[in-house]
């Protein structure tokens, strides 16, 4: 029977978040024997040019003017809190913060923003359904986000009697060099068994982008937090799919011990 340290012994696994967002994910895959490798198929660029700069001031100066904030990641609360920190501006006292996952919320709480998460369904509707708001009519609130995305989250909070703003603080893109590093990473393969963690749509988008036939591939498996990620996936082909409760680490290496077992 494998130890702890060897549970993973044979899988190939790739983390496909941002760099520098893999470290801890990676460091817990290798404890447990798994062949771990961070491929970025994702990176985050702040906006920069100056009006987008200046309306993030603008909309960081009228926060205390807000009953709300959400943040729709943990890139944005990140982003959000650079810009706040670029300023030498503080997040106000008692701006209750919201966010769709606890990882968000867990990365929020250590800088000392409290927020709150759906306990169970950890996307927009689950953060639509919980009490705080339900009751938003005639109140103000930002959602933090880069740029585009979905709208369904302030269009309901809009119908429900709120005035909602965006602040969008960054692009996502995919990383110049990550065509490569997947194709390296697969060549090293042969026909190993191997799990992707996809965390996101976009990731997903840019995964197919660098490699039009990983759907196809019969060792690959996806693994993705959440319903969304994964019928996405299924829409693009992908039949072999793991799907996590939740992006947290934990909740990540869970399902990877879990899915490598059976």
Known sequence: MATDAQALAGLAVA??????????????LRAQGADASAIPLLAIQPLQ????????????QALPDCHFAIFVS?????ETLAALQQRGMAWPDGLPAFTVG??????????????SSPPVRMDS???LALPAMLAVAGQRGVIFRGLGGREALA????ARGATVDYCELYRRCLPATAAADWAQWLAGLAARPALVCVNSRETLDNLLAVDKSAAARDNLTLLVPGD??????????????????DATDSSTLDTVLHWYRS
């Open 74 to 78: 943990q890139n944005a609360a990140g």
């Open 102 to 115: 606890t990882a968000t919320a867990a990365f929020l709480d250590s800088h000392g923003i409290r927020c």
């Open 15 to 28: 983390v496909t978040r941002p760099a520098r967002q893999n470290d801890r994910l990676l460091q817990s």
């Open 228 to 245: 969304r990620v994964a019928q996405a996936a299924r829409a693009a082909g992908f039949q072999r799919i793991c799907t996590a409760a």
């Open 49 to 60: 040019d100056p009006d987008a700069v200046q309306r993030i001031g603008q909309q960081l």
């Open 125 to 127: 509707e689950g953060l």
């Open 155 to 158: 269009q309901t909070l809009r």
